[in-house]
C-alpha cells in the first residue's frame, strides 16, 4: 500500500519595527484525497493532497498542519506507529526550536530598540524604512512561497518502506532550518549593519553635541565676563560722572568767589590808582617846594658864606629860574595784579 502527499506551504515572517509574539494563526486546510485501487486489493495507493496557508514567526504553524495531515493519512497502518512516534519527537524538537529562534529574535529585537532608545540624546527616526522593508520583505517571502510551491513535495511511502518519510521529514526539516537559517542570518546582518551605521551616525552627532555644549559654555562664560566688565564700566562712568558733576560745581562756585574777589581788587586797584595820581600830584608839588627852598637855601648859605663876592642880581637871577620835575613810575602787572612798582623822578631847570 502506498499513498501520496503534496503539500504546499506558505509562511509569512513580519518582525520589523515592532517585537512580534510567537502567534501562530493557521488557516483552515483544505484537503483532497482519492483511492486508487488495484486488481484484487493488492497495489492499493491513497493520494491525499493538501493546501494549507499560514502566518507565524517562522512557519512552524504551517508544517505542523502538513505533518498532521501526514500522520493522518497513515493512521490506519500500525506497523508505523514506532516511526510516527519518532517524527513527532523530530518534529517537537523541531518546533521547540524554531520557538527558540523566535525568542532569540525577539530579545535581539528588544536589544537593539533598548540600544536606539540609550544612545545619544536624539535617536534617529527609522520610521520612513518600514515601508520599504515591508516591500522587501513581502517580496521575498512571495519568492519563497513560489519556490516552495513549484517544488512541491511528494512524498510517496509503502509499508514496507518506512525510511522514506523519515528522509523526507529529514528533508523538510533541513529545508525549513536551511530558510530559518538565512532568514536569521539575514535579519543579523541587516539588523548589524543598521546598528553600525546609528551608532555612527550617533557618534558623530554626540561629538557635534559635545563641541556645541563646550563652546556655547565658553560663549556663555565670555557673555559673563563681558556683563561683569559692563557693569563694572557703568558703574565707573556713574562716578566719573558724579565726580565730574562734583568738581564743576566746586569750581562754578569758586569761580563765582574768584570773580567778586576780583571785582573787589579792580575796584580797589581803580581806588589806588585814583589815590596814587593825587598823592603823585601832592608830592610832585611837595617836591617843587622843596626843591625851590632848597635852590633858596643854598642862595642864603652862599650869600652868608661869600659875604662881599654877593650880588643881588645873581640872586634874583637863581630865585627867578624854572625848574621842572620829570617822574617816571613804572608797573608790572600779571594776571590783572599789580607785582611791582618803580618811580623815577628828575628835576630839570630852565
Known amino acids: 500500500m ?69 500522520l493522518a493519512g497513515i493512521g490506519g497502518i500500525q506497523g508505523e506507529k ?46 520612513h524604512y518600514f515601508k520599504t522593508i515591508e516591500e522587501l520583505r513581502a517580496q521575498e517571502v512571495k519568492g519563497l512561497q513560489n519556490q516552495i510551491a513549484n517544488s512541491g513535495l511528494t512524498v510517496e511511502l509503502d509499508a514496507p518502506k518506512s525510511q522514506d518519510l523519515s528522509k523526507i521529514m529529514a528533508d523538510i526539516r533541513a529545508q525549513y532550518e536551511e530558510l530559518a537559517k538565512k532568514n536569521r542570518e539575514e535579519l543579523d546582518k541587516y539588523w548589524s549593519q543598521q546598528i553600525e551605521e546609528s551608532t555612527t551616525v550617533i557618534t558623530s552627532q554626540t ?22 566688565n559692563l557693569d563694572s564700566m557703568r ?21 563765582e568767589q574768584l570773580n567778586g574777589v576780583l571785582l573787589h581788587l579792580e575796584s580797589e586797584l581803580s581806588q589806588t590808582r585814583t589815590e596814587g595820581q593825587r598823592q603823585a600830584q601832592e608830592y610832585e608839588a611837595l617836591l617843587n617846594v622843596k626843591v625851590k627852598l632848597e635852590a633858596e637855601i643854598a642862595t642864603y648859605r652862599r650869600l652868608l ?7 643881588l642880581s645873581d640872586a634874583l637871577d637863581t630865585s627867578n629860574s624854572f625848574q621842572t620835575i620829570q617822574k617816571t613810575t613804572t608797573r608790572r602787572i600779571v594776571d590783572g595784579k599789580v607785582v611791582s612798582e618803580t618811580n623815577d623822578t628828575k628835576v630839570l631847570r630852565r
Not at 486488481?39 to 505542523?64: D, E, K, N
Not at 518534529?91 to 540600544?115: G, M
Open 82 to 127: 514506532e516511526t510516527m512516534q519518532d517524527l513527532n519527537d523530530r518534529l517537537a524538537s523541531y518546533l521547540e526550536r524554531v520557538r527558540s529562534l523566535e525568542a532569540d529574535n525577539q530579545r535581539l529585537e528588544i536589544k537593539i530598540r533598548e540600544h536606539l532608545e540609550k544612545k545619544g540624546p536624539q535617536v534617529r527616526d527609522w520610521g
Open 305 to 311: 658864606e661869600d659875604g662881599e663876592d654877593f650880588s
Open 2 to 70: 502506498s499513498f501520496t502527499t503534496h503539500s504546499i506551504f506558505s509562511s509569512n515572517y513580519r518582525s520589523v519595527g515592532s517585537v512580534q509574539g510567537s502567534n501562530h494563526r493557521v488557516r483552515p486546510v483544505s484537503s483532497a484525497a482519492s483511492v486508487y485501487a488495484g486488481a484484487g486489493g493488492s497495489g492499493s495507493r491513497i493520494s491525499i493532497s493538501r493546501s494549507s496557508s499560514f502566518r507565524s514567526g517562522w512557519g512552524s504553524g504551517g508544517m505542523a498542519a502538513v505533518m498532521t495531515g501526514a
Open 207 to 228: 561629538a557635534e553635541i559635545a563641541e556645541a555644549e563646550k563652546t556655547l559654555k565658553e560663549l556663555r562664560r565670555t557673555v559673563q565676563s563681558l556683563e561683569i
Open 235 to 255: 558703574n565707573l562712568k556713574a562716578s566719573f560722572e558724579n565726580s565730574l558733576r562734583e568738581v564743576e560745581a566746586r569750581y562754578t562756585l569758586q569761580m
